[in-house]
């Protein structure tokens, strides 16, 4: 089946520092993937998305490159901002799938202190 | 664009009571979606529909649970009756046929006391 695995938050970093969010999947055939963002009392939005092996998604400085080899998509972003501040969520639809059908990690809380 | 549109934004009510949740997509997309999201369980998809016909509510928790969407403009989540284990934050979202990216409303907290 379809699932997705990402590492528990809550993150907490300093403004300026380096983020990694591990992200890993399990599908049937070659899923798309995404990065959802979910801003304190707001819906979740797209913030990037790869649909085959070795895409590279990007948005805002954010970026995550889809790894088959490793069923990976690490979100990363070089130089977080307070702004980030946010409840990240890996997902994936998988090949088959209807459109729209996403499978969601548990979501990561990041905090970015001033 | 106005976006995915739910209401009411915050939901309080006592356990027993009928509660109806809200959504209206957006104009043109094919598909829509309700998730619930709590600290335990996550975003849990609950039921979605494709040209306003139900094709998948095995995710809904049980019989008290229901969702209808009578046209293209409206949709609605009803619990009856509502118990404390529902309080949650409900989206709804919806996505066009061609396009895998979902957008989802603003969410409906519901707390049930």
């Known amino acids: 089946g379809n699932s997705v695995t990402q590492m528990e938050g809550p993150v907490t970093l300093s403004e300026e520092a380096f983020l990694t969010i591990n992200c890993t999947y399990t599908a049937t055939g070659y899923p798309s993937l995404f990065w959802y963002v979910q801003y304190p009392g707001e819906g979740l939005q797209l913030l990037l998305k790869a649909t085959k092996a070795d895409d590279k998604g990007s948005n805002k400085g954010f970026e995550a490159t889809y790894r088959k080899e490793t069923t990976s998509f690490h979100l990363e972003k070089g130089s977080v901002q307070v702004s980030d501040s946010a409840v990240y969520f890996c997902a994936l639809t998988g090949r088959g799938s209807t459109l729209g059908r996403l499978y969601f990690g548990r979501g990561t809380q990041l905090t970015v202190w001033p | 664009d106005a976006g995915v549109i739910q209401s009411p934004r915050h939901e309080v009510t006592e356990m027993g009571q009928e509660v109806t949740l809200r959504c209206k997509p957006i104009?043109?997309?094919?598909?829509l979606f309700w998730y619930r999201q709590t600290m335990m369980r996550g975003l849990e998809l609950l039921i979605y529909?494709?040209?306003?016909?139900?094709?998948?509510d095995s995710g809904m928790p049980e019989d008290r649970f229901s969702a209808k969407m009578p046209n293209a403009s409206f949709s609605t989540l009803k619990i009856q009756p509502s118990e404390p284990r529902d309080s949650a934050v409900y989206f709804c979202?919806?996505?066009?046929?061609?396009?895998?990216?979902?957008?989802f409303g603003s969410g409906t907290q519901l707390s049930v006391l």
């Open positions: 104009s043109g997309h094919d598909y």
């Open positions: 979202a919806s996505s066009r046929q061609e396009n895998e990216k979902l957008f």
């Open positions: 529909f494709n040209n306003n016909v139900p094709i998948d």
